[in-house]
């Protein structure tokens, strides 16, 4: 897998993304971020960092940053305090340790299949912090590749046997975030979650700014940034290529809104995705300047009968498709799952959309007294494509005149 090509970026079209679309979008006034001070440096030891990095990111004051500055560091699961931020500098590297006993949550799961697949901790854990963050050039490694210590075999290989058994494999996720405020990830770079790699519950106030997301394209549930039931959240030029949904917008335990995706690069992974989660709701999702090259779908919005909940005002715009086989995916039916949740697409609308290579176009509403209600304007598509649609009110239609073979590059710089 190849990194992403250096492309430069002019922050002024986000700044006028975030004007045209009002309300829909991050409701703060979010400007790239800033390294915080640096209260503690650390060189790694060679061995086990665990103890020596805690330790600092519990004494470090409010504010502060405790920075890794030399070395690969390896650790176990890290707990970052409120207010308190780490910072891996460039050319370090934090690597997690691959004992699933450390990450254990006390049923001694964790590395094994179940039919639940919530027995492991994550490697980095916020919780009920404000203002906390991760920032640096440097790299965090979930090793998720890698053979864990006491099995025969690595965190994927377990996720492919669940697949295989239809079970859920206890993997841990490299980042996660509860119930927090105001929390900022800049620039790091994230390789090989063993499972999610950013999954946010509950928060009010994400920044996830210029990030490197990577992990093999068969890295089962590797989902790149996924908020669920969270608020006020901007994620903006950022590469995202891996297993599973590039960013995921879900609403599982609250509703999520406020929500802004500007000018993102995907590659493989199933592309920018809304539910299929969405029970309590989500709406004011803005996505805009985003290039997809590769992923299985680009647009994905979904949910079925036994998730239920509405998806409304989400908004496309700006978008460039190709080498995807799903461009567009609206689908109220996702996976037939069946129940008595009824689920509402509502004004879903797309903008400026090219596509370049033939692909499969589907809206899928659940009845003709319910259907996905969607807009198109402008929608360029490549003659030869797939058009299905079924119990969808749709305005506008599609042009069959879309040519070239290049996306522009949007990411980061």
Known sequence: MQQPHPRTFVAVVAILALIHVGTARDLRNVTEPKNPEVCTRLTASGGDDSEAIQKALDSCDKGKAVALVKGTFYSGPLDIPSGVSILVEEKVTLK??????????GANTCGTLNDYGVGCKAFIN??????????????????????MTGKNESWYQLAHDALLGGTYQNNPPLIQINNSV?????????????????RVYETNGLTVWGLTIL??????????????????????HNFISIGDDNVVVKALTAPSRYISIYNNHFETGNGMSIGSEVNYGASHVTVANLTLNGSTNGVHVKSNMFRGGHITRASFSNICIINVQKPIHVDMEYMNLTGNRIPEFHDITFN??????????????????NPAWVRLRDVHIKNGSVWLTSNARMTGAPMLDATGDLCPYQGNS
């Open 126 to 147: 916020m919780y009920q912090a404000h203002g906390s963050g991760i920032y640096g050039k440097g790299t965090i490694d979930g090793q998720g590749n890698v053979t």
């Open 96 to 105: 997690a340790l691959t004992d699933p006993k450390l990450y254990d949550v």
């Open 352 to 369: 400026n959309i090219k596509v370049l290579t033939k692909g499969r176009f589907i809206f899928h509403g659940l009845s003709e007294s």
């Open 182 to 198: 105001d929390i900022t990830l800049y620039q790091i770079t994230l390789l090989n979650s063993a499972y999610f790699t950013v």
């Open 215 to 236: 992990a093999p394209y068969y890295a089962r549930n590797t989902d790149g940034v996924g908020p669920v039931g969270c608020q006020n959240v901007t994620i903006v």
